[in-house]
């Protein structure tokens, strides 16, 4: 199975506000690669300190990095027509979604899920389920809030989910992790989400 997960770091609470990305590579089942870029936001050089205070990086670290729109030509086709997984990807595909928008730039063709939604229907009833907590549990070391980190961790516990359940192919991955697939496309997006549990069939007496 082939996909590809994602994380952003931002500078502001603003969501175009991205300073560092990164994207692990999972091809046939197996990590091939982790990449990560620093960004120079659009907000540069504010950094909100309590952003600064989760991820560690500092203005002067992307004082010579690219700005959004000149990295995207390297970035879209590692995207394009993808299945992207990020955790808790309400937020990384917010931050791609309004950066693209920001700069004008159309979306690509990929789909996306979240690996918060699945993890919740894999291991069902644990008390938390963001990274840092699953990944302690599976045993998965990394240094959270840097984007390559958290990508990498993402690949590490998706593979572990999928294992779980005896996925081995994309056909079957929305069915046997429960969720729906989300979706990026030219002039807009549909959300992932967890699949509903068909309700009981009412039963009459005859």
């Given at each position: 199975m082939d996909f590809v997960t994602l994380d952003f770091e931002t500078a502001t609470p603003e969501r175009d506000s991205p300073?560092?990305?990164?994207?692990?590579?999972?091809?046939?089942?197996?990590?091939t690669n982790t990449q990560a870029w620093l960004i120079k936001p659009k907000s540069y050089p504010?950094?909100?300190?309590?952003?600064?205070?989760?991820h560690g990086i500092q203005p002067k670290?992307?004082?010579?990095?690219p700005e959004f729109h000149h990295l995207w030509h390297e970035l879209?086709?590692?995207?394009?027509?993808?299945?992207?997984?990020?955790?808790?990807?309400?937020?990384?595909?917010?931050?791609?979604?309004a950066t693209l928008n920001t700069y004008q730039l159309p979306f690509p063709e990929l789909q996306y899920a979240c690996s918060v939604q699945f993890s919740k229907q894999v291991w069902q009833g644990l008390p938390q389920y963001d990274l840092k907590s699953l990944c302690n549990r599976h045993g998965i070391q990394f240094k959270?809030?840097?984007a390559a980190a958290d990508s990498y961790a993402c690949a590490e516990l998706t593979l572990r989910a999928l294992r779980q359940v005896n996925c081995s192919n994309l056909v079957?991955?929305?069915e046997k992790l429960k969720i729906n697939f989300g979706r990026l496309y030219d002039g807009?997006?549909?959300?992932?989400?967890?699949?509903?549990?068909?309700?009981?069939?009412?039963?009459?007496?005859?």
């Open positions: 300073c560092e990305i990164g994207l692990t590579f999972v091809r046939n089942g197996q990590i504010y950094f909100n300190s309590f952003n600064m205070a989760v670290e992307v004082a010579h990095a879209k086709p590692l995207l394009q027509n993808q299945l992207v997984i990020a955790h808790n990807a309400s937020f990384d595909m917010s931050v791609l979604r959270h809030h840097r079957e991955f929305p807009g997006y549909t959300a992932s989400s967890v699949k509903k549990a068909p309700k009981p069939r009412k039963s009459f007496p005859y």
